[in-house]
């Protein structure tokens, strides 16, 4: 079936460092969603791409979908204390448009 | 304020002790749905609700039951737990394709 992958699953920076996680999808997707879920938090929606190759800009959050809409990156410039937890990515499925997630990254800020 | 809303937010309980999650949204979404959380393998829907009085199951239903009597209410029932069911739970509506969750469930089956 239908597969979203998500790398890695974690990532440890020194704050001022940048994050990126990527996702790939096993297939073409008409959309890709982007959530943030804080430690002990629930899933907040970031953003939502919908155009081959777009790129979408939240302050220092850079949100890509590639050209043949199957992957998709977010990219934190400088992170910060306040952008810990893990992201996560989803698209729609083919057959019941139910959300495919990836299984998430985790930031983790190095002390 | 528009929210979704869970209840309880913490639940221990013994195995085959029925009990139900309730979870409200005030936004008059019609598509509602349940996942559950657990380390390392992301958000694995349980049920969805389209509207009223139309579930479906999701990729993990097995242990769970839904219903959907009005529009705002989507309860999450688990008739008999096993320790297997121990996990992070969160309800989710939808608009526009974006998903509102709840801030989640943290059940314990012991």
């Known amino acids: 079936g239908q597969q979203v992958m998500q790398i890695p699953q974690y990532q440890h920076v020194q704050e001022g460092e940048d994050f990126t996680t990527y996702c790939n999808s096993s297939?073409?997707?008409?959309?890709i969603q982007w959530y943030k879920q804080r430690p002990g938090g629930h899933p907040v929606f970031l953003i939502q791409?919908?155009?081959s190759g777009e790129v979408k800009k939240q302050k220092r959050l850079t949100f890509q979908f590639g050209e043949a809409k199957k992957n998709s990156s977010l990219h934190i410039t400088a992170t910060q204390t306040t952008d810990v937890g893990t992201y996560f990515c989803?698209?729609?499925?083919?057959?019941?448009?139910?959300?495919?997630w990836g299984a998430g990254t985790k930031l983790i800020i190095k002390p | 304020e528009a929210q979704v809303t869970q209840n309880p937010r913490y639940l221990i309980t013994v195995t085959g002790k029925k009990l139900t999650v309730t979870c409200s949204q005030n936004?008059?979404?019609?598509?509602m749905s349940w996942y559950r959380q657990d380390p390392g393998l992301g958000l694995r829907q349980i049920y969805y609700?389209?509207?009223?009085?139309?579930?479906d199951k999701g990729d993990v239903p097995e242990g769970y039951k839904v219903s959907r009597k009005e529009k705002r209410n989507f309860p999450l029932i688990l008739e008999s737990p096993s320790p297997n069911q121990t996990s992070l739970y969160f309800c989710?509506?939808?608009?526009?394709?974006?998903?509102?969750f709840g801030s989640g469930t943290r059940l314990t089956v012991v």
């Open positions: 989803a698209g729609p499925e083919d057959s019941n448009y139910q959300l495919i």
């Open positions: 609700s389209m509207n009223v009085e139309v579930t």
């Open positions: 936004m008059n979404h019609e598509y």
């Open positions: 791409l919908v155009k």
């Open positions: 989710a509506s939808r608009f526009r394709g974006r998903y509102t």
């Open positions: 297939t073409t997707l008409s959309n």
